[in-house]
């Protein structure tokens, strides 16, 4: 049995759920952000196929420096599950759930489990959830209002 997320956030989204799913992992092999505040910055294809897509995520740090995620995304008929290996021996799962709504919009629900890997994971990890719930909700309302705003029309 899996344990209960560590933050569940629920976004609304206007468009369609075949929109949201393509604004979200419709990406070229190799993404770069036109706007320099966007994060990740550049999401690069390692692999895909109908059911799997495997990336590599370059984030900017306060160190003047990239530093690289790779992340694996399985897709499943109603939305999509992600693989992160992060730094500091932690890992997180996030569970992206599409609902259609009955206005013809996306509920989209994401769920986010972080675990330790080893044993500096285990020391970071009261730390790196703080984090997340602090300010992963923001980060998704703002994708949100940006998939809204610019996702493909394919419905």
Do not use: N
């Not at 609304?12 to 075949?18: G, W």
């Not at 990239?66 to 995304?73: G, N, S, T, Y």
Request: glycine residues 4%; contains cysteine; proline residues 8%.
């Amino acid at each position: 049995m899996e344990r209960a997320p560590d933050l569940r956030v629920v976004i609304e989204i206007p468009r369609k759920s075949a929109d949201v799913r393509a604004w979200w992992t419709d990406l070229p092999q190799d993404y770069r952000a036109s706007d320099p505040r966007e994060q990740p910055h550049r999401i690069v294809t390692r692999s895909r196929d109908a059911r799997r897509w495997a990336i590599d995520t370059y984030w900017r740090t306060p160190f003047a420096r990239d530093l690289r995620v790779p992340e694996v995304f399985t897709f499943r008929p109603d939305g999509w599950d992600v693989e992160i290996a992060l730094p500091w021996g932690l890992a997180q799962r996030d569970r992206f759930t599409l609902v259609e709504t009955p206005d013809a919009g996306t509920r989209v629900e994401i769920e986010v489990r972080v675990f330790a890997r080893r044993a500096l994971g285990r020391l970071a990890l009261p730390a790196y959830r703080a984090y997340a719930r602090r300010s992963f909700p923001g980060l998704w309302r703002a994708a949100g209002k940006l998939c809204a705003r610019d996702a493909p029309r394919l419905s």
